[in-house]
């Protein structure tokens, strides 16, 4: 299947700082990325939605100005986390699928983030 | 709105065990189900889909029938394997519109040999 690779799997940071996750689709063109957060023993919960060249569209209740999602391009989307606190502190996943209709989508492996 | 349940785990069984995690759904219209496999350290893969009633999807030995009138998916193996140890998760997806993924919290199985 298709490949998508996130960078990095795991990142440390200092309260008040940002931290950039990337998210690329290796052998295909992701038209769409979807971004997700995964709490201990939960399920994933959609953050955003984005579609290369245009701006994404969040979930109710996520912060567009703390997580920064940027979809440049057809193979690359970024999520920023702004500011980042203790309580961002979570398992952040990507997935991307192609502009077909019906098409799956493929997952990154994820990111752990630690604020501390 | 929608949304999926499935058996919480952890699950404990020995190499060989008949394996069944139970998962309903609640939704508006007609959603395909997918069963997706987290193993350690990975991200979640697709391992099987059912896009209407009736549709049994099937992959590595893995089953799961959707069943409308029951409105549920329930994953089956007959004979687990050491490396079938994974989280996995139950989930749906709407017709039309932006084509999200609503997922189940996730099921832990461990085999043990």
């Known amino acids: 299947g298709a490949v998508v690779s996130q960078h990095p799997s795991w990142v440390i940071c200092k309260s008040g700082t940002s931290v950039k996750i990337e998210c690329r689709s290796l052998?295909?063109?992701?038209?769409?990325m979807f971004w997700y957060r995964q709490f201990p023993k939960q399920s994933l919960m959609l953050m955003a939605t984005?579609?290369?060249?245009?701006?994404?569209?969040?979930e109710q209740g996520v912060e567009k100005d703390k997580f920064l999602i940027n979809h440049a391009s057809l193979t690359l989307s970024t999520l920023t986390v702004t500011s980042a606190h203790p309580e961002d502190s979570s398992f952040y996943i990507c997935?991307?699928?192609?502009?077909?209709?019906?098409?799956?989508?493929?997952f990154g492996q994820g990111t752990r983030l630690t604020v501390v | 709105g929608n949304s999926v349940t499935q058996m919480e785990g952890p699950v404990t069984l020995s190499e060989e065990a008949f394996l069944t995690i139970n998962c309903t759904y609640t939704?508006?219209?007609?959603?395909?189900l997918f069963w997706y496999v987290q193993y350690p350290g990975e991200g979640l893969q697709l391992l099987l889909k059912?896009?209407?009633?009736?549709d049994k999807g099937s992959n590595k030995g893995f089953e799961a029938t959707y069943r409308k009138e029951t409105t549920s998916f329930h994953l089956e193996k007959g004979s687990v394997q050491v490396s079938d140890s994974a989280v996995y998760f139950c989930?749906?997806?709407?017709?039309?519109?932006?084509?999200?993924?609503?997922f189940g919290k996730g099921t832990k199985l461990t085999v043990n040999p």
């Open positions: 997935s991307a699928r192609e502009a077909r209709a019906g098409t799956e989508a493929f």
């Open positions: 052998d295909f063109q992701a038209t769409t």
């Open positions: 984005s579609n290369e060249g245009s701006k994404a569209t969040y």
């Open positions: 939704a508006t219209g007609y959603p395909s």
């Open positions: 059912a896009t209407k009633a009736d």
């Open positions: 989930a749906l997806r709407t017709q039309g519109g932006s084509e999200k993924l609503v």
